[in-house]
């Protein structure tokens, strides 16, 4: 299955949705005086935007949220207290995933269907859904030469160590 499919089915289960929920007159989809939601967000993005080119930001405060991402987070054996049986690497990079998952979701994030309705619910209405969690959608082995209960040296993969990509879920 190719991406560009991939990308089309998840484009019309959006338009199933919310064609669904439209046609059950949800209060999902209409706000105050009836008002869709693609236009309260166009002026909140209008308003969002004038406020962040006066203050010089994204307009979010102090601490702007940034989108689901793989941050650093290094690993010292030793500070664990695990380097009297590691023998090497004493340390690694290990990463995290850090951010906001919210709509639209973006395809580099792999989001799952889950993810993909959750964060269209929660974007419609916050306080009734959360959105969407950054975790690790790929992760890779790190090597290990360690001493064993035995006494013995071994050299073993360890899977799962290592977060290369993160994706909302």
């Given at each position: 299955?190719?991406?560009?499919h991939?990308?089309?089915?998840?484009?019309?289960?959006?338009?199933?949705?919310?064609?669904?929920v439209?046609?059950l007159?949800?209060?999902?989809?209409?706000?105050?005086?009836?008002?869709?939601p693609?236009?309260?967000?166009?002026?909140?993005?209008?308003?969002?935007?004038?406020?962040?080119?006066?203050?010089?930001?994204?307009g979010q405060?102090?601490?702007?949220k940034?989108?689901?991402?793989?941050?650093?987070?290094?690993?010292?054996?030793?500070?664990?207290?695990?380097?009297?049986?590691?023998?090497?690497?004493l340390?690694?990079?290990?990463?995290?995933?850090?951010?906001?998952?919210?709509?639209p979701?973006?395809?580099?994030?792999?989001?799952?269907?889950?993810?993909?309705?959750?964060?269209?619910m929660?974007?419609?209405?916050?306080e009734?859904?959360?959105?969407?969690?950054?975790?690790?959608?790929?992760?890779s082995?790190i090597?290990?030469?360690?001493?064993?209960?035995?006494?013995?040296?071994?050299?073993?993969?360890?899977?799962?160590?290592?977060?290369?990509?993160?994706?909302c879920?």
């Amino acid at each position: 299955m190719t991406s560009g499919h991939i990308k089309q089915r998840r484009e019309s289960l959006f338009k199933e949705l919310r064609d669904k929920v439209k046609a059950l007159g949800s209060p999902l989809v209409s706000g105050p005086g009836g008002e869709s939601p693609p236009k309260r967000r166009r002026r909140r993005r209008r308003r969002r935007t004038a406020l962040a080119a006066r203050s010089g930001g994204r307009g979010q405060g102090k601490k702007a949220k940034t989108r689901c991402s793989r941050k650093p987070l290094h690993v010292n054996f030793k500070e664990l207290g695990w380097d009297d049986w590691i023998i090497a690497p004493l340390d690694y990079e290990a990463y995290h995933c850090e951010g906001l998952c919210d709509f639209p979701l973006r395809s580099h994030l792999e989001p799952t269907n889950h993810a993909i309705i959750q964060t269209l619910m929660n974007s419609m209405d916050p306080e009734s859904t959360p959105p969407s969690c950054c975790v690790p959608s790929k992760l890779s082995p790190i090597s290990i030469l360690y001493i064993d209960s035995g006494n013995n040296v071994v050299y073993k993969q360890y899977e799962d160590m290592v977060v290369e990509t993160c994706g909302c879920r």
